[in-house]
Every structure is written in C-alpha cells, then in structure tokens.
C-alpha cells in the first residue's frame, strides 16, 4: 500500500461527503440525492479490490452516518458501504485488465440497488418512522437513476486517481 492511497481516499470521500450534504440536497428530485460516497467506493472496488473497498466503505458509511443532518440510527451506512464495497470489489478484474463501460454502470446500478437496500430494510428492522414500505421501492429507484446518471461523472475520476496512486503489479511467471 502507497502512503498516498488511504490520505487520497479519505480526502475523495470527504469531498463527496461535503457535495452530498451541501450541494446536492438543492438538487434533490422528490427527496432523494446521489449518494457520492457510495461512488467513490464502488470506485475503489474495481480498482483496488475488495478488502480496500470494504475497509473505505465502513469509514464512508460512518462519516455519512454522523454528518448532519443524519435522522437515522447510526451504522446503517457503515453497513450498507461496507456491502457495497465488498460485493462491487468481487467484480473487479483479474490481471490489472480495466473494466468496461458496461461493467462498470451495471455495478454502480447494483451497488446502489443492493447499498440502498441494505440501509431502508435496516430502517425497517429498527422501526425507523421516517419512511414507509410504500415508499421504499420508489426511493431506491430514484437512488439508483440518480447514481447511474453521475457515474460517467465520478467513477473516472476516483477510478483514475487510485489507479495512478499504485499501479496495478504484474506478476512475473
């Protein structure tokens, strides 16, 4: 691991963190926002694996837990990122070969599909008011639009930062 890589990770994630609760709530459509920490682990998933990606989407989710104006119990997310960024990074190549186009929005509508999931069906589980069953469905849609519409935006950029920080290694046979 680079020395680089965990300060470039936190610094991305803090940087989503700040765009996903400042900018964005004026961009929400019917309530709902991307989630951008969710991008950037999903970034980190195809480039660097699943061990980092889990690790990146615990410390995302509790950031995003404890950020104001958080109405929820805290480590829903941390939950719901650590998933993510552990299924996404199973996705992820063999033999430093790139992922294609496809790949990569088909895991970022999965990841948003499943991350999602994961956080309103524990709101569920702890009898969180804030949101009814009726309600869930259409919110996870929306979450995944939102996601799969940012990606060509988000998803080079984290993907090309953590590639450049460590190139992937060739093994030698």
Do not use: K
């Not at 496809?102 to 804030?130: E, I, K, N």
């Not at 869930?136 to 996601?147: H, N, P, R, T, Y």
């Not at 799969?148 to 988000?154: A, G, Q």
């Amino acid at each position: 691991m680079t020395s680089l890589r965990v300060p470039a990770a936190v610094a991305a994630v803090a940087l989503a963190l700040v765009l996903q609760v400042t900018l964005f709530p004026h961009l929400a459509w019917q309530g709902v926002v991307p989630n951008l920490c969710l991008l950037v682990v999903v970034g980190a998933a195809l480039t660097r694996g699943p061990q980092f990606a889990a690790v990146l989407g615990f410390a995302a989710g509790v950031v995003l837990d404890l950020a104001p104006p958080a109405d929820h119990a805290a480590g829903r997310w941390a939950l719901a990122l650590v998933v993510v960024g552990y299924v996404a990074g199973r996705v992820r190549p063999e033999h430093g070969q790139r992922p294609s186009a496809t790949t990569v929005v088909a895991t970022v509508a999965a990841s948003s599909f499943v991350g999602t999931s994961v956080y309103a069906l524990t709101g569920l589980m702890l009898q969180d008011p804030a949101v009814g069953v009726g309600d869930l469905l259409q919110v996870i849609a929306i979450s995944v639009v939102w996601d799969v519409l940012l990606t060509p935006l988000v998803l080079p950029l984290v993907m090309g930062m953590f590639r450049r920080l460590e190139p992937d290694r060739v093994a030698l046979s």
